[in-house]
């Protein structure tokens, strides 16, 4: 026997004006009223119970659940159709992903061998960790960049072969215990360098602009480099040419930052409990608390003292004293007290006068070549060879009476020079 259908809600009102419609439309069509329509199919239905041998509420139920089952089919196979579909799209977009794979790998075939994809592998290779951690006791000149909101240290791919292909690498890899992979013929240190990106710990990136697409950004003036942090993005592509920066994604044991919190949160918890404290503990805290309020009113103190005797000594000496010029000064704290006092400098003077000097030396060379000639052309050309300072006096005197005589009264000029004894 075929099992009854489940049982099913009543039709909507909008399902019964439907049916009444159709209902209509048929009997229009036999040229019957609907009412005529209505009890020529119920003496049909009850024809065709009695030659099933069935009453007429059992050959309802029979043909309702026959028309549960006939819709059971057609949602299974709606279905089985979408699902064909989505499948028969997969594929053809897989298909016209590998074929445009395969054309950027044909228009770059020299880039395929340097491009590493970014893939999460899980737990990253005890080798990479080795060389993450070597790497960073190394000298990268590393460099703090902005990645996420957050400081990264940025180095160069050059830096790093250099560092992979140097004797102390070298060395240290040959120790059993580090785990460094060794380089050779056949891994070379660009496939070792590889293993920082397959392992997550460290990443190609580039710069942007953070300004960028925000419409306040300032147009570029000019290519020179900026100096400042740099905001960066991390690239799908792993090359490794010389010039790309990477950046440690690589963090340690972090066990000095973990220990500092521990030491942080003990503070806290103790600063909190102060009431809790013993009594002698409490006075001291509070002797203490006195002496550092005591420093740094005293700072002030002085603070504003070398200000007052610096507006006195501006206008009694020129260009003023200062006490500890710097005090203020971006310098160690024992350099802010040293030198104990000293004048007031004028930076714009001291430009100045650095410019003067710096223009001041061609003319005075300039000066000096045309003298020179002016002497050799009126001097006779002759060397002669003095022994004593009486005939070096008397050859002086000689040749500025010619040269006197020679120039006339009008140029008469006079230069006194202390020559050294020779």
Request: a positive charge.
């Amino acid at each position: 026997m075929s099992a009854p259908p489940p049982p099913q809600q009543g039709p909507t009102p909008q399902q019964m004006q439907q049916m009444q419609a159709a209902m209509a439309a048929e009997a229009a069509k036999r040229g019957m009223t609907p009412q005529q329509f209505q009890a020529q199919q119920r003496a049909q239905l009850e024809t065709e119970a009695k030659a099933a041998g069935m009453s007429m509420e059992q050959y309802i139920n029979k043909l309702k659940a026959e028309a549960f089952a006939n819709h059971q089919r057609q949602v299974q196979a709606q279905q089985a159709q979408q699902q064909a579909a989505a499948a028969q799209g997969g594929q053809s977009a897989e298909a016209s992903g590998q074929q445009v794979q395969g054309q950027a790998q044909g228009q770059r075939p020299q880039q395929h061998a340097q491009h590493v994809p970014i893939q999460n592998t899980g737990t990253p290779n005890p080798q990479a960790v080795a060389l993450a951690k070597w790497l960073r006791t190394q000298d990268l000149k590393t460099r703090t960049c902005i990645l996420n909101g957050q400081r990264k240290d940025m180095f160069k791919v050059k830096r790093a072969l250099r560092a992979i292909e140097s004797p102390a690498y070298s060395k240290a890899s040959s120790k059993p215990k580090s785990g460094l992979p060794a380089v050779t013929p056949q891994f070379s240190s660009t496939e070792v360098l590889k293993l920082l990106p397959l392992s997550l710990l460290a990443l190609r990136v580039s710069k942007i602009d953070p300004h960028e697409g925000h419409g306040h950004a300032p147009p570029p003036k000019s290519k020179k480099r900026v100096k400042g942090l740099w905001t960066v993005k991390i690239e799908q592509q792993q090359d490794f040419t010389p010039e790309l920066h990477y950046v440690f994604l690589y963090e340690g044991s972090q066990w000095k930052t973990k220990l500092y919190a521990i030491g942080a949160l003990a503070l806290l918890l103790a600063v909190v409990m102060f009431p809790l404290w013993p009594v002698k503990l409490r006075i001291g805290v509070w002797y203490l608390s006195m002496g550092m309020l005591g420093l740094i009113g005293l700072f002030f103190a002085m603070a504003i003292f070398r200000l007052i005797l610096f507006v006195i000594t501006m206008f009694a000496a020129p260009p003023g004293l200062w006490l500890y010029p710097n005090l203020f000064e971006d310098v160690g704290f024992f350099d802010s007290f040293r030198p104990v006092w000293g004048w007031q400098e004028d930076k714009k003077a001291a430009r100045k006068a650095k410019r003067d000097s710096k223009k001041a030396k061609p003319g005075a060379k300039a000066t000096k070549t045309t003298d020179g000639a002016d002497a050799t052309d009126s001097a006779p050309a002759a060397s002669v060879e003095v022994g004593t300072k009486e005939s070096a006096a008397s050859t002086a005197v000689e040749t500025a009476g010619g040269m006197l005589e020679k120039r006339g009264p009008s140029s008469m000029k006079a230069s006194v020079e202390e020559v050294e004894d020779e």
